[in-house]
């Protein structure tokens, strides 16, 4: 999966496309909002890139080289 969960906790933003950035930049600005991104970002983190989950992921790539 992607990395980043938009709007969950991160944004993508579509290369030059300057109002998107404008937003985005805007919602970065209330703090409540930045607080709960980064909350959410460390959830994710701890939930689906754990050290064990990304040997498991690695050595599965390996047995099928």
């Known amino acids: 999966g992607d990395i980043i969960e938009h709007g969950n906790c991160g944004f993508k933003v579509n290369s030059g496309d300057l109002d998107e950035m404008n937003a985005v930049i805007n919602r970065l600005l209330d703090e409540d909002d930045l607080d709960l991104l980064g909350n959410n970002a ?16 690695i050595r599965e790539k390996l047995d099928h080289v």
């Not at 939930?47 to 992921?57: A, F, G, H, I």
Request: charged share 45%; net charge positive; hydrophobic share 30%.
């Open 42 to 57: 460390e959830k994710l983190l701890l939930k689906e890139y754990t050290v064990d989950r990304s040997y498991r992921l």
